[in-house]
């Protein structure tokens, strides 16, 4: 029993942490998209005044930053979940910025009864642990796949990533060098499916790396979506 409360303990703490690093990226995203709008007319002004001078070489340059800093904070998913597209997007530039090469298919469908809190826990933590499998790997190697929809009456989330050589399973999980916290995020995720009465599956091998949940939802709602889009 203590070894229990123990280890609720823990998971809580650790989904506590993980929601304000969340909570901070989005933060971050959002405030840099905000600055960008808010220099908007600075912009123009000073491609207008390029123009009226006939230096269009300057004004085809300033157009090309421009353009790599929005790349940097426009949104490349939309599901209709404001928190789901901010964690998405934000793991989704974390993983440009690592080199990994992003494929990413999300839209989520009405009648979900998970809220939005759950689904960024299950969502940010298979991401984080992607991603830092990537990091291990040479540039070249790198590849993540993320696909989020209905199937029949459930939600499916999968995240593929490459990896090395295929992990064994330790105590029901599978061993990483990040120690205990990471099994503890599987631990977490796992049990944030379970809660919906869904289920969680995670099989690896050489090269690649495959998690997978599967959610029910409200009777006659595979068919319907909040929107989704695609990117990769």
């Given at each position: 029993?203590?070894?229990?409360?123990?280890?609720?303990?823990?998971?809580?703490?650790?989904?506590?942490?993980?929601?304000?690093?969340?909570?901070?990226?989005?933060?971050?995203?959002?405030?840099?998209?905000?600055?960008?709008?808010?220099?908007?007319?600075?912009?123009?002004?000073a491609m207008q005044a390029s123009m009226a001078l006939g230096r269009y070489g300057e004004v085809s340059e300033y157009l090309r930053q421009l353009n790599d800093d929005l790349t940097s904070v426009d949104t490349v998913l939309k599901t209709g979940r404001v928190m789901v597209?901010?964690?998405?997007?934000?793991?989704?530039?974390?993983?440009?910025?690592?080199?990994?090469?992003?494929?990413?298919?999300?839209?989520?469908?009405?009648?979900?009864?998970?809220?939005?809190?759950?689904?960024?826990?299950?969502?940010?933590?298979?991401?984080?642990?992607?991603?830092?499998?990537?990091?291990?790997?040479?540039?070249?190697?790198?590849?993540?796949?993320?696909?989020?929809?209905?199937?029949?009456?459930?939600?499916?989330?999968?995240?593929?990533?490459?990896?090395?050589?295929?992990?064994?399973?330790?105590?029901?999980?599978?061993?990483?060098?990040?120690?205990?916290?990471?099994?503890?995020?599987?631990?977490?995720?796992?049990?944030?499916?379970?809660?919906?009465?869904?289920?969680?599956?995670?099989?690896?091998?050489?090269?690649?790396?495959?998690?997978?949940?599967?959610?029910?939802?409200?009777?006659?709602?595979?068919?319907?979506?909040?929107?989704?889009?695609?990117?990769?």
């Amino acid at each position: 029993m203590f070894f229990n409360k123990l280890i609720d303990r823990r998971i809580e703490a650790c989904q506590s942490e993980m929601i304000r690093k969340y909570y901070d990226e989005v933060e971050s995203m959002y405030t840099k998209m905000r600055g960008w709008r808010h220099d908007y007319h600075n912009h123009i002004q000073a491609m207008q005044a390029s123009m009226a001078l006939g230096r269009y070489g300057e004004v085809s340059e300033y157009l090309r930053q421009l353009n790599d800093d929005l790349t940097s904070v426009d949104t490349v998913l939309k599901t209709g979940r404001v928190m789901v597209d901010a964690i998405l997007n934000s793991k989704i530039t974390m993983a440009a910025q690592s080199e990994i090469s992003v494929n990413a298919r999300a839209r989520l469908p009405e009648g979900l009864a998970m809220n939005d809190v759950d689904l960024c826990v299950v969502i940010g933590n298979l991401l984080d642990n992607a991603i830092e499998e990537n990091r291990k790997l040479e540039a070249g190697e790198r590849f993540l796949r993320i696909y989020i929809g209905a199937k029949s009456t459930f939600l499916y989330i999968a995240v593929t990533n490459a990896a090395g050589k295929k992990q064994e399973k330790a105590g029901g999980w599978f061993r990483s060098s990040k120690g205990k916290r990471h099994g503890l995020g599987l631990s977490r995720v796992e049990g944030v499916v379970k809660k919906y009465g869904g289920t969680f599956t995670a099989a690896s091998e050489d090269g690649g790396f495959t998690a997978e949940a599967l959610i029910p939802m409200l009777t006659g709602s595979a068919d319907s979506g909040a929107g989704g889009q695609e990117t990769g």
